[in-house]
T-cell receptor, first 113, second 111 residues
């Protein structure tokens, strides 16, 4: 069973509000990913970190999205000003150093009204 | 733009039957293909991975890879109702950290 812990499981925000999600990666996994899965099940890569450093991120992330993975604290993904199109399941995953396999958390389901 | 295409979009298979799912990448730098299964309301769980040409079998699941055509397929024999789920194919690109996911195949097993 995956030990990637995501909180909260559900959050409901109004348009323009901030939305913040947290992730504790599996112990010993140095690389953390954030993906967005929309209602059509499409996966969109948002950002990934190795330890505390950003490896890659998409343009969308640079504008309203911010993320960090501080040492000794949960990783977080924050949407500064939520839009209706941000409604989705946000999945955090950490990567096994040896196998390269991604282990996913249960996700944070964001609904923007 | 890196793309992973899956087909079919949805599939209905009778219980006990064979389910065959397909996945193709447009990026020649793929080094691994991954198959994940996601039950409704749950997170994706890795089923199998493959990086070399040929076939790999684990229980009722078999994965094929043709590196020349960048095509992989997943076959589930003796399908069970518990196999009903969204099946996601992902490609990892050499020297890049991220996995690119396809749009998934929704598999339904009819009792």
């Amino acid at each position: 069973n995956s030990k990637v812990i995501q909180t909260p499981r559900y959050l409901v925000k109004g348009q323009g509000q901030k939305a913040k999600m947290r992730c504790i990666p599996e112990k010993g996994h140095p690389v953390v990913f954030w993906y967005q899965q929309n209602k059509n099940n499409e996966f969109k890569f948002l950002i990934n970190f190795q330890n505390q450093e950003v490896l890659q991120q998409i343009d969308m992330t640079e504008k309203r999205f911010s993320a960090e993975c501080p040492s000794n604290s949960p990783c977080s993904l924050e949407i500064q000003s939520s839009e209706a199109g941000d409604s989705a399941l946000y999945l955090c995953a950490s990567r096994d150093r040896g196998t390269g396999q991604l282990y996913f958390g249960e996700g944070s389901k964001l609904t923007v009204l | 733009q890196q793309k992973v295409q899956q087909s079919p979009e949805s599939l209905i298979v009778p219980e006990g039957g064979m389910a065959s799912l397909n996945c193709t990448s447009s990026d020649r730098n793929v080094d691994y293909f991954w198959w994940y299964r996601q039950h409704s309301g749950k997170s994706p769980k890795m089923l199998m991975s493959i990086f070399s040409n040929g076939e790999k079998e684990e229980g009722r699941f078999t994965v094929h890879l043709n590196k020349a055509s960048l095509h992989t397929s997943l076959h589930i024999r003796d399908s069970q109702p518990s196999d009903s789920a969204l099946y996601l194919c992902a490609a990892s690109i050499y020297n890049q950290g991220k996995l690119i996911f396809g749009q998934g195949t929704k598999l339904s097993i009819k009792p």
